[in-house]
Nanobody, 124 residues
Framework: VARLSESGGDSAQSGGSLRLSCVAS????????VGWFRQAPGKEREVVAGIYGAGSNTYYADDVQGRFTISADKTTLILEMNNLKPEDTGTYFC???????????????????WGHGTQVTVSS
């Protein structure tokens, strides 16, 4: 059964850095669209970053562009988060679907496979 498992969530100070990992089981990342989403308390889940097109394309939400970097190998998805801000606080989820295009990322409901999440807390 295909699974995603996140790790790396922690507490950090504003301006700090964290590195999240997501390990894919029973499927390979380059053959799919895999990305990071986050959900803050009381807010809807939103896209953070994604990788698709056999790893040749990336998608970033406007508020993380230039601060976060997504990368992947065959089975592990990485999110490098720099210059963290308190508004980056939330539960970060890894998600996947078989195929996608640029617009697919805007709607978390388009993704059918999800991990259980890892908590990121950024204090000012």
């Amino acid at each position: 059964v295909a699974r995603l498992s996140e790790s790396g969530g922690d507490s950090a100070q504003s301006g700090g850095s964290l590195r999240l990992s997501c390990v894919a089981s029973e499927f390979t990342i380059p053959d799919n669209c895999v990305g990071w989403f986050r959900q803050a308390p009381g807010k809807e889940r939103e896209v953070v970053a994604g990788i698709y097109g056999a790893g040749s394309n990336t998608y970033y939400a406007d508020d993380v562009q230039g601060r976060f970097t997504i990368s992947a190998d065959k089975t592990t998805l990485i999110l490098e988060m720099n210059n963290l801000k308190p508004e980056d606080t939330g539960t970060y989820f890894c998600a996947a679907r078989r195929s996608c295009e640029f617009s697919t990322w805007r709607t978390p409901g388009n993704f059918g496979l999800w991990g259980h999440g890892t908590q990121v807390t950024v204090s000012s």
